[in-house]
């Protein structure tokens, strides 16, 4: 099992690390943003400066439109090649492969990071109450609890048949609710109350200044999204082998 999950990491990295295009997509989409963002900070708040909770959500819009990406592509890579079936009869069954691709992307993702905050800090500077701490350590979390939100479509690209619309509106969707944009309190009551089942939503709460509490509440929630995950791939798993259900198509 720990063989199947360590290839799968690998096999990920070697394929999609260093594509300049996907580095090149985890950049560009969040640097827009941020750029529409900044002005209209400046000219209601008059901050000239790159502030962490920017630099955050910057990362966090390249991180998700990233994951949904490399999810689609991984697995449906997986299906051409043939090697489901054979993760299927394998001890560890499909769960290794899928952990597996997941980490890779989740590794891969987080040239965001680093990568929006250089940008942005070469075109604007850095506010001079930019927090280090809390921009480190919530992209971070931020990319934690992404990949494992995503990892919900990695379920739905196993067990069903992609067509070229399954994604459309996705990253729009989970970035409203995310609260990547906007703080959680200026989003509509009800989408508040559904932005409370994303982890994303509270790293940012903490990310703007909030307790270390909203950690605590990300990571717990990050685990049950991940728990899930592993649950829907064993049934993936049980509805394979029962049904025998064409997974390489």
């Known amino acids: 099992m720990s063989n199947t999950f360590l290839r799968s990491v690998a096999d990920q990295l070697r394929m999609h690390a260093t594509s300049p295009v996907a580095i090149l997509g ?3 989409l969040p640097c827009v943003f941020a750029f529409v963002i900044h002005s209209n900070r400046t000219d ?6 790159t502030t962490s909770d920017l630099a955050v959500s910057s990362a966090g819009i390249g991180i998700l439109d990233s994951a949904i990406v490399l999810v689609v ?62 921009w480190l350590a919530g992209g971070a979390l ?17 067990r069903f048949p992609y067509s070229s619309g399954m994604v459309n509106g996705l990253s729009g969707l989970v970035m409203a609710l995310s609260a990547l944009v906007v703080p959680q309190s200026a989003l509509p009551a009800p989408v508040q ?35 899930v995950v592993v649950l829907l791939v064993r049934r993936v798993e049980h509805t394979a082998r029962r049904r025998a259900v064409p997974m390489e198509v």
């Open 26 to 28: 985890t950049l560009a």
């Open 44 to 49: 209601v708040a008059g901050s000239p400066g």
């Open 73 to 134: 592509l991984s697995l449906l890579g997986e299906k051409q090649w043939k090697t489901l079936y054979a993760a299927l009869g394998s001890p560890g069954g499909l769960v290794p492969l899928v952990l597996g691709r997941l980490t890779g992307i989740a590794v891969q993702t987080l040239v965001a990071v680093p990568g929006t905050f250089a940008v942005l800090a070469l075109l604007w500077g850095l506010d001079g109450t930019f927090a280090w701490g809390r």
């Open 142 to 158: 931020l990319t934690l609890a992404t990949t494992a939100v995503v990892g919900l479509l990695a379920v739905a690209v196993l």
């Open 193 to 227: 109350a559904v932005s409370q089942l994303l982890p994303q939503a509270h790293v940012m709460a903490w990310v703007r200044g909030g307790p270390a509490g909203d950690v605590a509440v990300a990571l717990a929630l990050t685990a049950v999204y991940a728990a």
